[in-house]
């Protein structure tokens, strides 16, 4: 599903990783552990298109990850980065903006799909009433989560998706990404909790520069 055949990707003169392989299989769920700065978060880039490799092969579903098939890919891939703030006022707005999006009109989930999807997250249906200064970091994380698996789409790129939950709440979203057993989750974690259940770590160790 998900394939970097000895990917190198460099900043300038700073090689984040070379000759890098690996194999995602449709429905895994892997996640990229490793120190903070062994580029995690630069190989999701990666397979976004973001990031350009210097050498090697990234694909995706049997795409390659180039100008000619980058809007196939995304088109494929949900992804959820570290860093996420939004110019919206209310919760409603915030779990619906994915869906904003021309190419994801057609995936508006039903109200029903989006309460009984926010309480699998132990949210309670209200929360959407709420405006976005009156729920915590942990929620807000949530409602995103949610947002990216109702997109239903057939990849999963989550840049630290616990980072602000507490375990009963990674326990409940593991609980969840695993009932979509088709569902093949590519994350990036800190989090023991969440790597130690998840189907394969990938360990990325820094290159030391000199
Ligand atoms: N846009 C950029 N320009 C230049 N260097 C970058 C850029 N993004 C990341 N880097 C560098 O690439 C390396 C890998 O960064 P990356 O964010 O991928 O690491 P990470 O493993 O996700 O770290 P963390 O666990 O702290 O999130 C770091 O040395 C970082 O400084």
Redesign the pocket.
């Known amino acids: 599903m998900i394939v970097f055949d000895a990917v190198s990707?460099s900043?300038?003169r700073?090689t984040?990783f070379k000759d890098f392989s690996m194999h995602i299989a449709k429905g895994e769920k892997a996640v990229?552990a490793?120190?903070?700065?062994?580029?995690?978060?630069?190989?999701?880039?990666a397979i976004m298109g973001f990031?350009k490799p210097a050498s090697g092969n990234i694909s995706v579903n049997g795409h390659t990850v180039d100008a000619e098939h980058i809007r196939e890919i995304r088109k494929q891939i949900a992804w959820l980065p570290?860093d996420i703030s939004f110019n919206v006022k209310n919760n409603k707005q915030l779990a619906y903006l994915p869906f904003t999006y021309t190419a994801n009109q057609q995936l508006i989930p039903a109200e029903s799909e989006m309460n009984s999807t926010l309480q699998a997250l132990l949210l309670p249906p209200g929360i959407l009433k709420k405006n976005t200064n009156e729920i915590s970091g942990g929620q807000k994380q949530r409602i995103l989560l949610a947002s990216m698996l109702l997109l239903k789409k057939p990849v999963l790129l989550l840049?630290?998706p616990t980072s602000a939950l507490d375990a009963e709440s990674v326990k409940a979203l593991l609980a969840l990404i695993f009932t979509h057993t088709e569902l093949t989750v590519l994350s990036?974690s800190?989090d023991r909790l969440w790597v130690e259940n998840m189907d394969r770590i990938i360990n990325?160790k820094?290159i030391q520069h000199t």
């Open positions: 990707v900043y300038g700073e984040v990229l490793g120190p903070s700065g062994a580029g995690k978060s630069t190989l999701l880039h990031v570290q840049d630290e990036t800190h990325l820094k």
